[in-house]
T-cell receptor, first 111, second 117 residues
Framework: GQQLNQSPQSMFIQEGEDVSMNCTSS?????WLWYKQDPGEGPVLLIA?????ELTSNGRLTAQFGITRKDSFLNISASIPSDVGIYFC???????????FGTGTSLTVIP | KAGVTQTPRYLIKTRGQQVTLSCSPI?????VSWYQQTPGQGLQFLFE???????NKGNFPGRFSGRQFSNSRSEMNVSTLELGDSALYLC????????????????FGPGTRLTVL
């Protein structure tokens, strides 16, 4: 099935640093979701985006819906150890509630 | 409000057997989607059920099937298990109403870890 291109694949950063990751697709999406997954658990919804150009924040997390509708970005400011996990983007083309997922970004925060 | 629950959490089967996984969505949610997650392929969409009907289907063989009951609970069945079916199977529910994009936000359960020996 289709997957979104997510980068970087992994990141190792120092506590306190900012993080940026992005997701791109060859198709236009009408909804972008960002999830975080801890080992052995299901993904947890972080941020939802519905309009091109939209910028939405959730605490230290900020995500943007690209104006071309083919990409999205997630930024984490002032990272802390509990930010460790795998971050996924997901896009929906509104073809009936079917989401396509990115390949994931593994984040490691070094105290 | 209780979250999405999946049972069992862990399962070990042998090749050729069949397995049934269960998912209870968040109360009031009408859509249930199933995903297979493996290290090599990531999260792959299996199918989505809405009001007891399969509304979307991914590219998986017919050995993978599902159903949804009138209370929105869903089951997924895999017949004639193969080694490659070992994965984390995730279920996600959403309100799936009309008129608001937020009705499509999906909330995941903890998953069922299936190991096929």
């Amino acid at each position: 099935g289709q997957q979104l291109n997510q980068s970087p694949q992994s990141m190792f950063i120092q506590e306190g640093e900012d993080v940026s990751m992005n997701c791109t697709s060859s198709s236009i999406f009408n909804t972008w979701l960002w999830y975080k997954q801890d080992p052995g658990e299901g993904p947890v919804l972080l941020i939802a985006l519905y309009k091109a150009g939209e910028l939405t924040s959730n605490g230290r997390l900020t995500a943007q819906f690209g104006i071309t509708r083919k990409d999205s970005f997630l930024n984490i400011s002032a990272s802390i150890p509990s930010d460790v996990g795998i971050y996924f983007c997901a896009g929906d083309r509104n073809t009936g509630n079917q989401f396509y997922f990115g390949t994931g970004t593994s984040l490691t925060v070094i105290p | 409000k209780a979250g999405v629950t999946q049972t069992p959490r862990y399962l070990i089967k042998t090749r050729g057997q069949q397995v049934t996984l269960s998912c209870s969505p968040i109360s009031g949610h009408r859509s249930v989607s199933w995903y297979q997650q493996t290290p090599g392929q990531g999260l792959q969409f299996l199918f989505e059920y809405f009001s007891e009907t399969q509304r979307n289907k991914g590219n998986f063989p017919g050995r993978f099937s599902g159903r949804q009951f009138s209370n929105s609970r869903s089951e997924m069945n895999v017949s004639t298990l193969e080694l490659g079916d070992s994965a984390l199977y995730l279920c996600a529910s959403s309100p799936a109403g009309f008129g608001a994009a937020s009705y499509n936000e999906q909330f995941f359960g903890p998953g069922t870890r299936l190991t096929v020996l």
